[in-house]
Every structure is written in structure tokens, then in C-alpha cells.
């Protein structure tokens, strides 16, 4: 079992830049791939943007060349740079690790105004 806590997060203007990070532990030999869903209010989960084990990254289209997914293998550690932020970005962001099984995060809101 892998246990997720998320960090960062919060309020910011549209053009604006916010980090999310999320730390794990517990069995964290297993972890395969590490990354972040997100979760607009009457919308179905979707991938923002996950790493594999070996540093490759993908994005939704929707994010490609504002978001950077990282992964600190030492700290067990993905941090989601979030910049040029738009309202359409406002969501709750869940950190998830598949280990092999996937793992989640509590989430984290992320709020973007006009």
C-alpha cells in the first residue's frame, strides 16, 4: 500500500502560475508511474499528466507547454508546475501512483478567476 499527501494548491489569477506536490510513502519500491488527475465541478476525471519510472511524461493536450511533471525518485516526490493558468484549469487535482495497483491522493483544489 502507498499512502498519497498532496500539497500546494489554492487561488490565483488567470496568467498565473501554482505548484501542486505530492509525497508518498509506505511501499514505495513498487511505484511504476506517478502523475495527476484532475476534476472540474460536473466533469469525469482526467489525466493531466503523469511520469513512468524511467522520466518519460505525458500530458493531456489541454495542458502540453504550461504544465511540467516532475518526480523526485530520492523523496518519492511529483510535482505538477502549473503556468499560463486558465479558469478552464480550475479543478480538484488528485495525485495518483500505480504501485502496481493505483493509488490516490486526497486531492487538492486548484481555482483559477478571470
Known amino acids: 500500500q502507498v499512502r498519497l499527501v498532496e500539497s500546494g494548491g489554492g487561488l490565483v489569477q488567470a496568467g498565473g502560475s501554482l505548484r501542486v506536490s505530492c509525497a508518498a510513502s509506505?511501499?514505495?519500491?513498487?511505484?511504476?508511474?506517478m502523475g495527476w488527475y484532475r476534476q472540474a465541478p460536473g466533469k469525469q476525471r482526467e489525466l493531466a499528466a503523469s511520469?513512468?519510472?524511467?522520466?518519460?511524461?505525458n500530458y493531456a493536450d489541454s495542458v502540453k507547454g504550461r504544465f511540467t511533471v516532475s518526480r523526485d525518485y530520492a523523496k518519492n516526490t511529483v510535482t505538477l508546475q502549473m503556468n499560463s493558468l486558465i479558469p478552464e484549469d480550475t479543478a480538484v487535482y488528485y495525485c495518483y501512483a500505480n504501485a502496481p495497483f493505483r493509488n490516490w491522493g486526497q486531492g487538492t483544489q486548484v481555482t483559477v478567476s478571470s
Open positions: 509506505g511501499r514505495t519500491s513498487t511505484i511504476y508511474e
Open positions: 511520469i513512468s519510472r524511467s522520466g518519460s511524461t
